[in-house]
């Protein structure tokens, strides 16, 4: 089959791999009819995770099951599937408490186990990691697209807002407008915020935060941003979203909380471990967040994406065939694309 490879900065390959296999009883084979590009995978893109030659790629998949281990009790050929992008066998501690992301035999696709810009793709854990797509809307492309952004950041921007402490009327700011800080705009307006600040520049990102819900727009960057906010809020955002994982960022969104407030931090960290906890401590701001338990959150959004509550699609602004994976990087690395579809 065909998936696509890392083989070093700049350089992503699709090319002829094995075709997987059942291993394990709890294995799933999927074959892929969906994946992304991930704004996450540009760090290993840019050079700047520590990431090996001959490394697959993508975490980010839906497709169809092709086949099942002895084990595999939830699903059987032909299923329509998505994957969260952590794996998890479902029986430890933290799976039992919604943090799937912390399974003690968990992971994530890509790198030394197979990634989801591919064919096709051995799914580890299948009954512990994998949803199922309701018949109903399996062969719905328009719901499809919905779906996808499921398996990463809509699940992320809605960790960003619970973890920020959104509620019914709270006053939000957002920093990041890539597509985890747009699916965080969706996710508070889901969750009842009143006031939604987008900070971002792009013009074609600000249309899509206002289209999913954002009420105000601050184009200024670093202190003036923060001033802004502060201005805006008389005080700062109760809840304030990190989506980006920069020590700048972090620090805008410190700075633009309000006292007493919160921060949800989901950008992975790049910087953002610099943290301006002198005000954090005078202002009595909590941060909370991290890897987000996509499993834990995927069944109540696909009901509302099913339900036409909500629709992340937007963020998917550039699809691709498989051989397309390596210009959908350039595309995102060059922020000419959004987030890109991947249809193998
Ligand atoms: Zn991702």
Redesign the pocket.
């Known amino acids: 089959m065909k998936a696509s490879v890392y083989y070093g900065k700049g350089d992503v390959r699709v090319e002829t791999v094995p075709d997987p296999k059942i291993q394990d009883p709890t294995d799933a084979i999927v074959r892929i009819t969906h994946a ?1 590009i ?4 540009l760090w290993f893109y840019q050079g700047l995770d520590q990431w090996q030659s001959g490394w697959r790629t993508g ?2 998949w839906m497709g169809v099951v092709e086949e099942v281990g002895s084990e595999v009790r939830n699903f059987k050929k032909g299923d329509r599937v998505l994957a969260p ?1 952590a794996f998890s066998e479902g029986q430890c501690e933290f799976c039992g408490k919604g943090l799937q992301t912390s399974c003690i035999k968990g992971g994530f696709w890509g790198g030394t186990n197979d990634g989801g810009q591919a064919e096709a793709i051995r799914a580890v854990f299948a009954d512990g990691t994998l949803v199922k797509i309701p018949p109903e809307v399996e062969n719905d492309e328009a719901v499809l697209t919905k779906i996808l952004p499921l ?3 809509m699940s ?1 921007g809605h960790h960003a807002a619970i973890s920020a402490g959104v509620t019914q009327g709270s006053t939000v700011a957002v920093i990041g407008d890539g597509a ?1 800080g747009l699916c965080g705009v969706l996710a508070a307006k889901r969750l009842g915020a009143d006031r939604i600040i987008m900070l971002g520049r792009h013009e074609q990102r600000l249309a899509i935060a206002r289209q999913f819900g954002a009420t105000d727009v601050v184009t200024s960057r670093g202190e003036d941003a923060i001033t802004a906010v502060q201005e805006m809020t008389q005080g700062g955002a109760e809840a304030v979203l990190e989506c980006v994982g920069t020590e700048s960022a972090m620090q805008t969104a410190i700075g633009a909380a309000r006292p007493g407030g919160g921060v949800g931090f989901v950008g992975v960290p790049h910087g953002s471990e610099k943290i301006n906890i002198g005000r954090m401590f005078m202002s009595n701001i909590k941060l909370g967040g991290g890897v987000a338990p996509a499993k834990a959150y995927i069944p109540e959004l696909l009901n509302d994406v099913i339900a036409e509550k909500i629709d992340p699609s937007p963020v998917l602004d550039l699809t691709v065939d498989l051989n397309g994976v390596p210009k959908g990087y350039q595309a995102m690395n060059d922020r000419e694309a959004i987030k890109v579809m991947v249809r193998p």
Do not use: K, Q
């Open positions: 992304c991930c704004g996450s995978d975490h980010e992008f398996t990463d950041v992320t985890v």
